[in-house]
């Protein structure tokens, strides 16, 4: 029997690209926000309304990851931030080379924050480490309060979690405190922003957080 000695990590050229992700994002004084979720959590309109509530306060621009289409760039593009469209041809998640190739099209030095909106994917991209300032968990009411529990590692790595769609609350049995308790069992620095994207619901809390980080350039205690 031979005993072979691996060397290097499977993994280490992403590490290479995330580390220069994050030194070029440190020298540009640029927070940048990898936001992660199931597909059709409202991530894209989160990010649209977003855009609008902070125009004139917060330039953002934004890298969009997508199996295939442009649609969710496209959408970003309306609300006047700019948006670079990386399309993974089959794969779950960005990886920090895309992302990489993302921020060199993006006007960097006219703004103010960056977001990365990933591949429709709770389990993927959350051990990915794209180079970003911090992870944004949005989970969604209809998909049900029990998700942080059965896919505790992104919720254990965000700063922040979203849960969009509190519109619908009265429509199912979601309970927000029973999803909350399960984020903090597993991350008790986590900020919970209850939101809907639809109504404008709760997003002015989640707004005044982003502000803050813009003018700090750091993760708000």
């Not at 072979?4 to 280490?12: D, G, R």
């Not at 998909?143 to 790595?157: S, T």
């Not at 509190?166 to 620095?189: P, Q, R, T």
């Amino acid at each position: 029997m031979r005993k072979v000695i691996v060397e290097k990590k499977i993994l280490v050229a992403n590490e290479e690209f995330a580390n220069k992700n994050r030194e070029f994002l440190t020298a540009k004084k640029l927070p940048c926000l990898n936001v992660i979720s199931s597909p059709g959590s409202g991530k894209t309109t989160i990010l649209a309304k977003t855009i609008e509530a902070l125009k004139g306060k917060v330039r953002i621009g934004v890298i969009e990851g997508d199996i295939q289409t442009d649609i969710d760039a496209r959408r970003i593009r309306k609300t006047g931030a700019p948006a670079c469209q990386i399309n993974t041809e089959g794969a779950c998640h960005l990886s920090a080379a895309q992302v990489s190739f993302a921020l060199h099209k993006l006007p960097v030095d006219t703004l103010d924050l960056i977001f990365i909106e990933n591949v429709g994917n709770l389990v993927c991209p959350s051990a990915l480490d794209l180079g970003e300032t911090a992870k944004i968990a949005v989970l969604s009411t209809p998909e049900g309060d029990d998700k942080p529990a059965k896919y505790p590692a992104i919720f254990a790595r965000a700063a922040v979690v979203l849960i969009n769609k509190i519109d619908l609350l009265a429509a199912g049995d979601f309970n927000i405190e029973k999803a909350g308790a399960d984020v903090f069992k597993i991350n008790k620095k986590a900020k919970i922003f209850p939101v809907s994207a639809k109504t404008g619901q709760g997003m002015s809390a989640w707004c005044d957080w982003l502000e803050e980080m813009a003018a700090k350039k750091e993760i708000p205690a």
